[in-house]
């Protein structure tokens, strides 16, 4: 990790300039957002309020106006943490034991009947702790790609899309709470400083900054419009798309989604630095970020002129996500497409390792069901119990290895 303090400050003070005719970068933004000085930005730390002051100074000096309530950029809400994470949140007043997260929102009014929403969440993990994947002494976790790219991805396409729409509004939104359960979007989506009966649909960015080299992007709920699967393909520069489905996934498009809003979920894909401390902006690809800014610009370019896209009901993948008790210890790489979980990353100590397993390896059976899918490997793990043992089929370079796993 890298600390830019004394950059951080110098940035700080040129974005609060309104006579400032240049916007930052998103790499300025993201070594902003993800330095060491900012703490990991967990939501209700000083440092996260310190992360919406950028965000609101850089939309005001944009042009978009406040639209947080009573007159400001910020949108606030407080709770008290939940421990069962199957609990719905209950938001509260503030007293002992609560915490308040900020929401920073800009409007550009076109005078238009229908408006977009673009959502990225800023918040991230702190020194760890709840989420952390890290097991050393308590470290900031800088969240460089999650999701400090997202944020300056939406900063970029809302500084071109201000001069680009003329027939839609713009609401631009940052959350906080999303790595505690999507807290900001869903407070918002029941708690609107806008119609959402005029929001014709919403944009989430969530992990967008390690494009790889094949350029495969990753974009879920394409099943909330009719006319999403169109557009997408349409305008596609280059990207390997992969499609899925559904409306509800783990980012904050769900809380758009389940007010009947069309929402689509753009991601670059998992890495081993997913919520560790070296997730930093030097990791990130900055030439993907741009391309995923021009791509969206075009596709938001698109629908501008048409009306206010419908929205459909999809089926609930996630719902039918099986609960497993044991694990592999491994990330799947989501953006597969092949037949099998292909393996991403490896956890130390773990079944996997002691497995032999190996990043890149792809499971096409466990125990005696045949893997195909994320899905179909889920299913799988869920049979298994704490102390089993079972055999797994991987295959590694187009040779077939079987594997003795323990539980």
Known sequence: MKNRVGFCVLLLFLVSCKTAVEQPSLKEDVAFLASDALKGRATGSTDEIEAATYLAKRLESMGYDSKGGAGTYFQTFTFKNKRDPHQEIQYVSAGDGTITGTNVMGFWDNEAEKTIVLGAHYDHLGMGGEGSLYRGEPEIHNGADDNASGVAAILKLAHHLKDSLTATNIMVQFYSGEELGLLGSNYFCKNPTIDLEKVSYMINLDM?????????????????????????????????????????????????????????????????????????????????????????????????????????????????????????????????????????????????QKAGLQKGDVVIQLGDSTVTDMMSYMRALSSFEKGDATKAVIDRDGEKIEVEIQF
């Open 208 to 352: 967008v900054g390690r494009l790889r080299e094949d350029k495969t992007l990753s974009i879920s709920g394409v099943g909330t419009s009719p006319i999403w699967k169109q557009t997408l393909n349409a305008n596609n520069n280059g990207f390997k798309l992969v499609l899925n489905e559904s409306g509800v996934g783990p980012s904050d498009h769900t809380s758009f989604y389940l007010q009947d809003i069309p929402a689509l979920h753009f991601f670059t894909g998992q890495h081993e630095d997913y919520h560790r401390p070296t997730d930093d902006a030097d990791k990130l690809n900055y030439d993907g970020m741009a391309q995923l800014v021009a791509y969206l610009t075009s596709v938001c370019m698109d629908l501008d002129k048409g009306s206010k896209l419908a929205f459909k009901k999809t089926k609930n993948e996630s719902g039918e996500v099986p609960r497993f008790k044991v694990g592999l210890g491994v990330i799947p790489d989501y953006l597969f497409d092949g037949k099998g979980m292909r393996i991403d990353g490896i956890s130390e100590d773990k079944p996997a």
